[in-house]
């Protein structure tokens, strides 16, 4: 198997930008309402305090994994169209359960959201297998 140099994941970094972007203000809506209720620690039950915390924490455990496999398959040369479909799917993906879990829609948005982010991994994945046999397919 012949190695390429990898090239900077220019895409995937302005993906990521934006989701960092967005986890900020998940986080920052947090703890602004935990300083509007005055409750620096727990939930205490509050339905709007768990649903912020659940977005924050959403983001937090599912985006890692979708901005390291896109960089990969960027890095090893996948189409630049490719590359930003996907991450376009996974902005709109996590903009919609984060709205999802703020009570707006949300069965549809939430699932939605999920359910776009999953697909982006599993494409990505795929994607990134193929790359590893047979280089360039992409």
């Given at each position: 198997?012949?190695?390429?140099?990898?090239?900077?994941?220019?895409?995937?970094?302005?993906?990521?930008?934006?989701?960092?972007?967005?986890?900020?203000?998940?986080?920052?809506?947090?703890?602004?309402?935990?300083?509007?209720?005055?409750?620096?620690?727990?939930?205490?039950?509050?339905?709007?305090?768990?649903?912020?915390?659940?977005?924050?924490?959403?983001?937090?455990?599912?985006?890692?994994?979708?901005?390291?496999?896109?960089?990969?398959?960027?890095?090893?040369?996948?189409?630049?169209?490719?590359?930003?479909?996907?991450?376009?799917?996974?902005?709109?993906?996590?903009?919609?359960?984060?709205?999802?879990?703020?009570?707006?829609?949300?069965?549809?948005?939430?699932?939605?959201?999920?359910?776009?982010?999953?697909?982006?991994?599993?494409?990505?994945?795929?994607?990134?297998?193929?790359?590893?046999?047979a280089p360039g397919s992409f």
């Amino acid at each position: 198997m012949e190695l390429d140099v990898a090239v900077a994941p220019i895409i995937t970094l302005f993906v990521s930008s934006l989701l960092v972007l967005m986890k900020l203000v998940l986080g920052l809506r947090v703890s602004m309402y935990r300083n509007k209720i005055n409750m620096p620690w727990g939930d205490n039950g509050d339905d709007q305090l768990q649903r912020r915390i659940r977005a924050h924490a959403n983001h937090s455990e599912w985006v890692p994994a979708t901005v390291i496999i896109l960089a990969l398959v960027e890095m090893v040369g996948v189409s630049p169209l490719i590359v930003g479909v996907l991450g376009a799917i996974v902005i709109i993906g996590r903009s919609l359960h984060a709205i999802g879990l703020m009570g707006n829609a949300e069965m549809f948005n939430r699932a939605t959201g999920i359910v776009m982010n999953w697909v982006v991994l599993f494409l990505a994945s795929i994607i990134g297998i193929v790359e590893f046999f047979a280089p360039g397919s992409f």
